[in-house]
Each structure stands twice: as C-alpha cells, then as structure tokens.
C-alpha cells in the first residue's frame, strides 16, 4: 500500500461524455503511426494536436456507435468484428 493520490481512471464530463485514462505500452512503429495521424488532424484543424487527442480521434472515426445509445425503435446495422478493427493498427505480440 502506497501514500500515493489514487486517480481515477474514468470520470464523467459536462458535455455527458465520459474520459478514461489509462497506460498503453506500444511499439515505436505504432507510436509513429499515432504521431503521422496526429499530423494529418494537425493540419485539418490549423492547430497542434496532441497524441492522446489523435487516438480520440482515431477511435471515434472507426467504431460504430454504441447500441445502447440507438433511440428507442432503431436497430443496430449488424457489424461484423474484423470489420470494425481492420482499419486499427496491428500491435505486435498480440493475437
């Protein structure tokens, strides 16, 4: 047991949105990946752009939207699992 302040690693935002913080370990291929994407929405946006806010990004153009947020009467569009990961970088040792 530490003294350390504990963090919380998930807290609500007022925008109803939610951030989670965690610890990746990743390969230096796939941090240049995220730094060469971070560039792309650096220059969309006309200002620099963190490597956590790349991966945000990243992550909220390739998945689908969650389920449970469908309005009440909406199905979901079937998705298979390759489909929704095959555009995510490949992290090496893993599966």
């Known amino acids: ?3 350390a302040p504990q963090v919380s690693a998930m807290h609500a935002l007022p925008d109803g949105e939610a951030e989670v913080s965690l610890v990746l370990r990743l ?3 796939d941090v240049a990946r995220l730094g060469q994407e971070a560039g792309r929405l ?3 946006t006309g200002r620099p ?3 956590d806010e790349a991966v945000s990004h990243r992550l909220r153009s390739t998945r689908p939207s969650a389920t449970h947020a469908r ?3 909406e199905q979901p ?4 699992s390759s489909a929704s990961v095959a555009s995510l970088p490949r992290i090496s040792g893993t599966a």
Not at 77 to 80: I, L, M, P, Q, Y
């Open 1 to 3: 047991m530490t003294n």
């Open 27 to 29: 390969p230096w291929e």
């Open 42 to 44: 650096a220059a969309q």
């Open 49 to 51: 752009v963190t490597l």
């Open 71 to 73: 309005p009440a009467g």
């Open 77 to 80: 569009t079937a998705v298979s």
